[in-house]
C-alpha cells in the first residue's frame, strides 16, 4: 500500500511542477521571450496550434470582357446574305459581311443589321425577310417570326441565326 502512495505522491508532483510550465505567468499570459527579468506577455492568437491569423486577401480585380460584332448583309430580292461574326468592331464586321454578300454574287450589298454582343436571325418568307438582333438568340428569332407573321407572310422559318458574344480577357 505504501508503494502505492509514494507512486501517487509522485504523480502529484508531476503534475504540480506541469501546472507551472508556463514560467510563473498568471492565466493568458506567456514568458517574454529575450528577456533576462522575469516578464510576462499576453498569448498571441495561434500560439497554441501555431496558426497565423489570417490576413484579409484584397478582393480579385472585376473581370474584363471585349467586345464582339457580327452583321447581316443581303443584296435584298437577289437572295444574297453574306455574313460576319466575333469580330472587333462594328467597321469591321459590316465590311466583312457586305464582302462575303459581294463574293456570293450579291450587287448591290448592304447592312441589314449590325450587332455587338448579342445574337441575330434572319427569317424569311415566301415574299419577305427580317433581321433582328436581341441579347438571346431565342429573342432574336422570337421578333423575327412575329415581323414575318404580323406582316401576313407564310412559310416563315429561321434562314440564319449566330450570336457575337463578349470574350472574357481577365
Known sequence: MKDYRCLLFGLLLLLGKMAHAEGGCPPGMIPASGTDINSCVPIP????????????????????????????????PGGHLGVATNLSSKDDAEQVA???CQAKGGVPCAIEVAYDNECAAM?????????NAAASLDEAIHLGMLTCNNAGDTNCHVYYSACSLPVRIQ
Open 123 to 131: 427569317v424569311v418568307g415566301h415574299t419577305e425577310h427580317s433581321s
Open 45 to 76: 492568437p495561434g500560439y497554441y496550434n501555431n496558426q497565423q491569423q489570417a490576413q484579409p486577401q484584397p478582393p480579385p480585380p472585376p473581370p474584363q470582357w471585349t467586345s464582339q460584332w457580327g452583321a447581316i448583309a443581303t443584296d435584298g
Open 98 to 100: 457586305i464582302t462575303d
